[in-house]
């Protein structure tokens, strides 16, 4: 069956439907990882937006359960180049096509994704459509995708009520913005009991659990839309507690503690970033997922430093708070998809709650 993916400036590519057959009003980013795509199509952070997977093959190793960041698929939609026909991997356990029809994930493929690439990165990411109606009309469907808006995609993507990960080492609070799974993991790997709590718990109730550290995870959207989050991570700022933060918590940090935000033109999607400690010196390559980054320009030194940047355009991917046991950084250390380069930074919130760990004795 044909599709159609219908930008907001006009642009039309035609290719074949995949995954659920409806029609998809959506936010068009796109992703640069050579694999783990079925982490991005259950990263929380993509909810609003359809995903462009600039690889040319995509669905050779199938699907395997145990890889998902989450219980479901958040993107709006999927566009690739090549659906692979046939998956190869002793722990296949299904395909993409049925993965995307099983949750009502509606695809476009044979869509020349380097070329669709290089107009959003010139003309910034911008809505489209996916559609499978030959008869389209651009003069009624454009309007409709100038006026899309995301939304508050946080509140969709949060846990509905509090969860614990039982652990035998330190008592982590993790405020859910959308988090993936492997961030709990990889605390839990490191013995600590994790809590997981919805994110738009108060203050007072996540420190009257008397939490070792508070992690506040990545999620999608806006920042700015998070207004009422943001005055209660405040209140857990002015708390003796340590936190770290990963992508969104990161920015809503920096906004309840008098920074800014902006929207980046085409975002960071990818597993090949490279980010440098500028306290150190070490460039790591890092996986990323956003379309926002912080302005440090109003955030006065007595408050936070800089503690990363992205070595591509200079953009802020990490802060060390002054006088605090806190440091956020924009990137993902969880990985999943992605480089394990920067996995070091939970053994130093292990260090920051009291603990001990190799992160020192590795080189870090």
């Keep these: 069956m044909k599709a159609f993916l219908i930008l907001e400036d006009g642009h ?3 290719g074949t439907s995949i995954g659920a057959v409806r029609e998809v009003v959506s936010e068009i980013v796109f992703n640069t990882s050579m694999t783990g795509y079925l982490e991005v199509l259950t990263d929380p952070s993509y909810a609003g937006q359809a995903v462009v997977m600039t690889y040319p093959l995509i669905g050779n190793y199938g699907i395997c359960f145990d890889d998902m960041e989450s219980k479901k698929p958040w993107p709006d939609g999927y566009i690739v180049r090549e659906l692979s026909r046939m998956a190869s991997n002793f722990r296949c356990e299904g395909t993409i096509q049925d993965f995307l029809e099983k949750h009502d ?3 476009i ?35 409709k995708l100038k006026a899309y808006e995301v939304g ?4 969709k993507t949060t846990v509905a009520k509090k969860e614990v990960l039982p652990g035998g080492g330190y008592r ?16 839990n790997t490191r013995g600590c009991e994790v809590t997981v709590y919805p994110a738009h718990t108060s203050a007072q109730e996540i420190l009257a659990d008397a939490p070792d550290g508070i992690m506040l995870s990545n999620g999608p959207g806006d920042p700015k839309r998070c207004g009422g989050i943001i005055r209660e991570i405040r209140k857990l700022y002015e708390a003796d507690v340590p936190i770290f933060a990963i992508c969104l918590g990161h920015q809503l940090m920096a906004l309840a503690t008098g920074a800014d935000t902006h929207k980046l033109k085409y975002g960071h999607r990818g597993g090949n970033h490279p980010v440098k400690d500028l306290e150190t010196g ?3 390559i890092s ?4 379309g926002y980054v912080v302005d440090t320009g109003a955030l006065p030194p007595e408050v936070a430093v800089e503690a990363f940047v992205n070595v591509n355009d200079g953009t802020n991917e990490g802060l060390k708070y002054t006088g605090k046991n806190i440091f956020t950084v924009q990137f993902h250390p969880e990985a999943c998809p992605g480089p394990q380069d920067s996995g070091y930074l939970f053994d130093r919130f292990i260090e920051m709650m009291g603990g001990t760990t190799n992160a020192k004795k590795s080189g870090y």
Aim: net charge negative.
């Design 12 to 14: 039309v590519f035609e």
């Design 105 to 107: 994930v509606p695809g």
């Design 109 to 143: 493929a044979g869509v020349d994704t380097r070329a669709l690439t290089k107009i959003l990165r010139e003309k910034g990411t911008m809505n489209g459509m996916i559609t499978t109606d030959e008869a389209y009309d651009l003069d009624e469907i454009i309007p």
């Design 152 to 155: 508050d995609v946080v509140e």
């Design 172 to 187: 982590v609070a993790l405020l859910d913005l959308g988090a993936k799974d492997n961030i709990a993991r990889s605390l």
């Design 282 to 284: 070490r460039v790591y």
């Design 287 to 290: 996986s990323q997922n956003h």
